[in-house]
C-alpha cells in the first residue's frame, strides 16, 4: 500500500504484568522500581525505531487492589523519563502531567528541562485525570467542564512561559561581558479565571523543534480542547468504527481552530495479547485475566452505568432499557459513551458483555492472535483512514511484549508502513514524518 507511514509509541507503563502477567517467574516484577527495568524497554523500542515510549500516570492509589498486583504503583513519570534520556538518543519521551492538580509554573519547567536532557525528545501527554483529588486539598473531583476550562487555560500559561525566555536571546558575549538580551526575557504577566501567573520561566525554550502536545479524552470537551492544541491524541478506540469516527470528527474540529487536519493525529491504544498461534494467544490472555476479570467487569458496571447484575445469567442480553438513569457527571464520558455504544449495536449477553475492553480494561482496540494476526487488524485500520498510528500495551507476557517490538513493528516495516530507520533525532520530527 502506498499508504502514509504509521506513527507508533510504546507504553513504559508494564501492561503485560497487568491481571496476572506479574507471576509469570520471567516478568521481574521485583524490579518495577529500578530504572534497568525501562532502560531495557526503551532502548528495545528504539531499536525498532518507535516514535516514542509514554508513560502514562495517576496520582491516586488503590491500596485494596494491591492484592492482586501491582496496579498503579509508579514513580514520578518526569523523573523516570530524565533517567531514561541519557540511555536512549533517538526516541520521544512522552510524559503525562495532569492540568487538575500542580500548578502550571512546576510544570512548565519540568517539561522543559526534560526536553533539554533529552535534546529536543521530550512530549507532553496532557490529562485532566479522572481522581487523586483528596490528594491535593480538593473536596470532589470538579466537572468535566472544569477541568477543560482549566486544562485549556493551563496549557496556554505553559506555552507561553516557554516563549518567555527565548533560547537566542542567550548572545553569551564573553569579551563584552554580556550573557543575554535581558529585553527579549519578557513576564507574561498572566492573569486569569484560574491562575495567576508572572513568568518568566527558570531556563530557556528548548529551539531546535518544538515539543509535541499529546492529549489524552475524548468527550466532545476533550475533543474541542485537543483539536485546538494537540499534535496527536492517545485515544480510546475499541472498535474500528469509534476510530473512524473519532479521527473524522478531531479533524474537522482542528480546522474550525484554524488548524490543518494533518495537525492531529489519533493514535488509539492497541493492547495485543501475541503468540505462536492463536490458540495460545487466547490461553495467554484467559490466563492472564481469568482471576480478576469477572470481578473487576462487574465493579465496573456497576460504577460506570450503576447497573447491577450480580444475579443475572451469563446469556441473558443486555440492552440499553436495562440501565437505571444514568449519571449526569460520570467519571469518564468518554469510557461511559464507548460502553453505551458497544450495548445500543451489539445488545451483548451478559457474559459477552463482562469480557468487554471498556470493562476490563481501558476500552482499548484489542488484538488476540498471532504476529501476522495484528499485522493484518493494523494495516485494515490504517487502510480505512481509522488511525495515523497507535500506541502499543503488550499484555501478558515479557514474551508479548519481545513478540510486539522484535516481530510485529519489523514486520510493518517491511511491508513500508512504518519507518525502517529514524529521519530525525527529535520527538516533533519524528511525528511530522510522512
Ligand atoms: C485513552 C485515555 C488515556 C488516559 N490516560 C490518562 C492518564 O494517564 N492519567 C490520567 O490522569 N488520566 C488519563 N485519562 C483521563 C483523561 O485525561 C480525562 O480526565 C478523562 O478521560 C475524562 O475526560 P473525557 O470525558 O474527555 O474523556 C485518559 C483518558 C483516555 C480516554
Not at 108 to 126: D, Y
Not at 177 to 199: E, L, T, W
Not at 262 to 279: E, F, H, K, N
Amino acid at each position: 500500500m502506498s499508504h502514509r507511514k504509521l506513527h507508533i509509541g510504546m507504553s513504559l507503563a508494564p501492561t503485560w504484568l497487568s491481571g496476572d502477567g506479574w507471576r509469570r517467574q520471567d516478568s521481574r516484577v521485583e524490579d518495577l522500581l529500578d530504572s534497568d527495568f525501562y532502560v531495557d524497554v526503551a532502548r528495545r523500542a528504539e531499536a525498532a525505531h518507535l516514535d516514542f515510549v509514554f508513560r502514562p500516570d495517576t496520582l491516586f492509589l488503590s491500596a485494596a487492589a494491591l492484592e492482586n498486583g501491582p496496579g498503579f504503583t509508579s514513580m514520578d513519570p518526569t523523573v523516570l523519563l530524565a533517567a531514561l534520556s541519557r540511555e536512549t538518543s533517538h526516541i520521544g519521551l512522552l510524559s503525562t502531567v495532569s492540568t487538575s492538580f500542580f500548578p502550571p509554573y512546576i510544570v512548565a519547567r519540568q517539561i522543559q528541562s526534560l526536553n533539554w536532557l533529552s535534546k529536543g525528545r521530550t512530549g507532553w501527554n496532557i490529562v485532566t485525570a479522572l481522581d487523586g483529588n483528596d490528594n491535593f486539598g480538593i473536596e470532589t473531583m470538579p466537572s468535566a467542564e472544569e477541568r477543560y476550562a482549566r486544562a485549556a487555560e493551563f496549557t496556554q500559561i505553559v506555552r507561553h512561559l516557554w516563549q518567555s525566555f527565548p533560547a537566542d536571546s542567550i548572545v553569551c558575549d564573553r569579551t563584552g561581558g554580556r550573557y543575554a538580551d535581558s529585553r527579549r526575557v519578557q513576564p507574561i504577566d498572566h492573569r486569569g479565571p484560574f491562575f495567576n501567573v508572572k513568568g518568566p520561566l527558570t531556563l530557556p525554550g528548548y529551539d531546535r523543534a518544538p515539543l509535541p502536545l499529546i492529549q489524552a479524552g475524548a468527550s466532545p470537551a476533550g475533543r474541542d480542547f485537543a483539536a485546538s492544541v494537540a499534535d496527536a491524541v492517545f485515544a480510546s478506540a475499541p472498535d474500528m468504527q469509534a476510530a473512524i469516527d473519532l479521527r473524522r470528527d478531531l479533524r474537522a474540529r482542528a480546522e474550525t481552530h484554524g488548524r490543518s487536519a494533518d495537525d492531529i493525529l489519533v493514535l488509539p491504544g492497541l493492547s495485543l495479547y501475541l503468540a505462536q498461534t492463536r490458540r495460545q494467544a487466547e490461553e495467554l490472555f484467559a490466563e492472564t485475566h481469568q482471576r480478576t476479570a469477572r470481578v473487576k467487569a462487574l465493579a465496573n458496571l456497576k460504577a460506570m452505568t450503576g447497573l447491577e447484575v450480580t444475579d443475572w445469567p451469563d446469556d441473558r442480553p443486555v440492552t440499553l432499557a436495562d440501565l437505571p438513569p444514568l449519571p449526569s457527571q460520570p467519571r469518564s464520558r468518554t469510557h461511559l459513551d464507548l460502553l453505551l455504544r458497544a450495548i445500543e449495536r451489539d445488545t451483548p449477553r451478559l457474559g459477552e458483555l463482562l469480557k468487554r475492553p471498556e470493562l476490563i480494561g481501558s476500552a482499548h482496540w484489542q488484538v488476540i492472535g498471532t504476529v501476522d494476526d495484528a499485522f493484518d487488524t493494523i494495516t485494515a485500520w490504517s487502510e480505512a483512514d481509522a488511525i495515523d498510528g497507535f500506541v502499543t500495551l503488550p499484555g501478558g507476557s515479557v514474551d508479548c511484549l519481545h513478540r510486539s517490538i522484535n516481530e510485529l513493528i519489523p514486520r510493518l516495516a517491511q511491508a513500508g508502513h512504518f519507518r525502517k530507520a529514524y529521519g530525525s533525532d527529535t520527538f516533533y520530527g519524528h511525528l511530522k514524518e510522512k
